[in-house]
């Protein structure tokens, strides 16, 4: 008799990968799907990188690499966190991991034991609360919405904790909305956890380099709460590196040991060709990341632009990332035949189905009544897309 863990049972699979998998199993048979599902830039991996990849193979790095990483990685990453964020971190203050996803999976089992509450402003990515529910965790949503840019509020984090209140969880950028906190609201957020010195705060940033509005602003850059804060962040969205799998932590003494002594009995060091060239990436020209930066920016314009223009849908305008967020509860209660949508999955899945553009429904980030919509991905397939979901939602009444 089979008989799986209750975490695995209790635990959902990602709706971004399910969605994905659905768009790949229609194109296997033979349908043009458009997939704005995925978090992935559709651009290669710049060339004095995949460079670096090719000499670690040539030089033989080929053996066990240590478990939290390359010394020279470690240096490599302290010296980004010095020159563009201004913070000071040591190398044993750092840990690389098989992606960010990995090392955020690493701190929140590190840090949650059963019972202790995380706050998750909404909407929050996918995996967030997974990974909560792993570490025994309880998840304790805190609501946004477009009016309020999706961001929350110090006063409101506060009045949301209580004495089993262990974690903080902040994306910014945000992935889905592509909300960014400024400088003044990450200060008032750092006054309120200084009050709360046992509350950690997890800094996901991984969406650092995707920055429409300016410099992007650390919550460890406020020296009260810093031994507070776990930075999380990589290459694979700033240096289109998906495939290597190489994120880290920046984090205090004591969480990087902590993170260092699992990591050595769950997976070991990461990938020692990958690490060389994450190197390449932290050390090389920054110019590939500004390139991207601008094209994205575009792409933004490009897609909210023809999305504005269709009837019922509601969205703003993305500070970060490269995901646009639209309200579509103007679509509930209407039909195309047999197809009646009663909320944002079913729209979700018609769009699929009619209009062959895969998206992810907004209750899959805790926020129903909206849709993400990736637009990495070419001009011509954003406007292709857009005149594809058009036509579709004028199919529903």
Known sequence: MNRLSDRINALAPSATLAMSQKSSELRAQGVDVINLSVGEPDFFTPDHIKAAARQAVDDNFSFYSPVPGYLSLRQAVCEKLRRENGLEYTPDQIVVGNGAKHELCNAIMALVNPGDEVIIPTPAWVSYVQMVNLAGGKSVLLTSSMEKNFKVTAD???AAMNEKTRLIIICSPSNPSGAIYNYEELKSIAEMLSRHPDVMVIADEIYEHINYVGKHESLAQFDAIKEQVVIINGVSKAYAMTGY????????????KAVNKMQGQYTSGVSSIAQ???????????DCVEEMRVAFERRRNLIVGLLQEIPGLELNMPDGAFYAFPRVEHYYGKRCGDTLINDDNDLALYLLNEAHVATVAGSAFCCPGYIRLSYATSDENLREAAKRISAALAKLA
């Open 156 to 158: 409101e984090l506060e």
């Open 245 to 256: 799998r190489i994120g880290y932590i920046a984090a205090p003494l004591w969480v990087a």
């Open 276 to 286: 060389k060239a994450a190197e390449a990436a932290y050390n090389g020209s920054q």
